[in-house]
């Protein structure tokens, strides 16, 4: 059943993923601009990771050697045991650590360490309470709101190059994430052990 | 070298075990023995009951307020465990601080281990976010009665606020009064459970009353049992009478030995472990 879910997901993530992009290059391309600074870099698929069984995405890489990267994704978890689904979106705001480690000679396969950086994620769900102003709550009785999160993060990846002009490279990504609201389980409770607070996901950058 | 190699191992192990892969700390996700606790108790206690019928005086364990203690919760059971008279345990709820997946799976578990048959109420944080549907997956409805030894005991939602968020109505006075309604058929008492308790603002100003009024008008109604005060408290609310009893939280190492009667008379010790 997931894995059917799954695979719809997947496939109409990277549809529509590929249709956005068709259309942006058509549009900035008649304009001839060769890419536009609003094109994405690279799009995004995660399995896991905290924001939903499988999230898609884009991101840019700017600044000093493109080392500051800007990411979107949209999450999606399925209902399971309850009524509905849930939706989230996050951004992401990752810096490369330690970059390139050449693996192969032709530099077809190289590895970055580290990148970490912030994440800010939204449940669009009305179960939750994010921007509400209406609440009937004693003030600072819930000290946070319960669709908003932070997160850091920790990725480690693997970056395969290729010559095509259509996708040029293809990198794997190992990322770890702490949420605000499992560090503030973890000070409280030494049953919550670091095992619980730290939460994986993976997932693929195709860049353009 | 060392520190690269705790590292190495830390991320190992990471990998392998599952959980640690998230979807979503909200997920409505339950394996099946973690599912429908409240029904599998009452099955367990309707069996308890018919090997001794006609037991006089039983015991209950009362404890509440959980969230964010699972060390003393899991003392606490063990301390409750060791003692064989007791023939049920309450929980009166926040069992979860956010209502998290991790939290109801690791609560459930803990209570689990319970020797007697255990039942819950639905409190205030565990119905943040997805906590209502994880509670119902997990334990079942959040209000609901039963009868053992010739007393009713009716557990019911008083999460007034977070309803109010949902534009519905907790607690639902309809089906107190319908609870209520019932003739004494196998039983003789009746006592009130729920999280947030009249004590509270959090109950509802009208609600108060109402609820104060509905207990008064059945004098089978002997006790009304609450948690979320965070402190022991036994008394009257209105000079009528009709007391109510809340017990303290679970960080604090105690719980509540309520002893009943068949008469209804009952009596309570606070147990500290």
Same mark, same amino acid.
């Given at each position: ?6 695979? @719809?997901?997947?496939? +109409? ?118 921007? +509400? ?29 290729? @010559? ?45 | ?70 060390? @003393? ?38 209570? +689990? ?54 534009? @519905? ?105």
């Amino acid at each position: 059943m997931e894995i059917m879910i799954l695979r @719809e997901f997947f496939i +109409r993530g990277v549809m529509s993923l590929i249709l956005v992009l068709m259309v942006l290059n058509g549009v900035f391309g008649q304009v001839n601009i060769s890419r536009s600074k609003l094109v994405p870099d690279y799009a995004i698929m995660q399995y896991a990771g905290s924001l939903g069984v499988a999230s898609i995405g884009f991101g840019y890489s700017v600044g000093k050697n493109d080392h500051t990267h800007l990411e979107l994704l949209y999450g999606y978890t399925p209902k399971y045991e309850s009524d509905s689904r849930m939706s989230s979106i996050t951004i992401k705001a990752l810096k490369t650590i330690f970059s390139d480690i050449p693996i192969s000679r032709n530099n077809q396969l190289s590895w970055i360490p580290l990148k970490s950086g912030l994440g800010l994620s939204y449940i669009a769900d009305n179960r939750f309470f994010s921007f +509400r102003t209406d609440l009937p709550y004693a003030p600072g009785y819930y000290w946070h709101r319960t669709g908003l999160r932070s997160m850091l993060y920790f990725q480690t990846e693997l970056v395969t190059s290729f @010559e095509s002009k259509v996708i040029s490279q293809v990198s794997y990504y190992l990322e770890a994430n702490i949420q605000d609201i499992y560090m503030t389980l973890k000070f409280a409770d030494s049953n919550f052990t670091v095992y619980d607070m730290v939460k994986l996901g993976m997932g693929v950058r195709i860049k353009f | 070298m060392k520190l690269n190699l705790k590292i190495l191992l830390f991320g190992v192990t990471l990998l392998f075990n599952c959980d640690a892969f998230e979807t979503n700390p909200y997920v409505v996700n339950f394996d099946e023995n973690e599912m429908d606790l409240t029904q599998k108790q009452l099955d367990k206690l309707q069996k308890i009951i018919s090997l001794n019928p006609d037991k006089q005086v039983i015991k209950i364990a009362f404890i509440s307020d959980s969230q964010r203690a699972l060390d @003393e919760f899991e003392d606490g059971i063990d301390h409750i465990n060791q003692n064989n008279d007791i023939d049920m345990v309450f929980h009166g709820g926040d069992i979860t601080d956010y209502s998290l997946n991790i939290e109801y799976k690791k609560m459930g578990e803990a209570m +689990r281990r319970l020797k007697a048959p255990y039942f819950t109420a639905f409190g205030n944080h565990d119905a943040l976010a997805t906590g209502e549907a994880s509670y119902k997956a997990m334990f079942g409805a959040l209000d609901y009665s039963f009868k053992a030894w010739g007393h009713k005991f009716i557990f019911f939602n008083a999460n007034h606020e977070e309803f109010i968020l949902r534009g @519905e109505k907790a607690p639902d006075l309809d089906f107190l009064s319908r609870q209520l309604a019932e003739p004494s058929d196998n039983f003789e008492n009746i006592f009130m459970i729920s999280h947030m308790g009249p004590f509270h603002r959090e109950f509802g100003d009208e609600n108060r009353k109402s609820y104060h009024q509905l207990l008064l008008s059945d004098d089978r109604v002997k006790l009304s049992m609450h948690g979320h005060g965070h402190g022991h408290k036994f008394g009257e609310l209105y000079s009528t009478g009709f007391n109510y009893l809340q017990v303290d939280d679970t960080a604090s190492e105690n719980y509540i030995l309520l002893t009943l009667q068949s008469n209804g008379n009952y009596d309570f010790e606070r147990v500290f472990y």
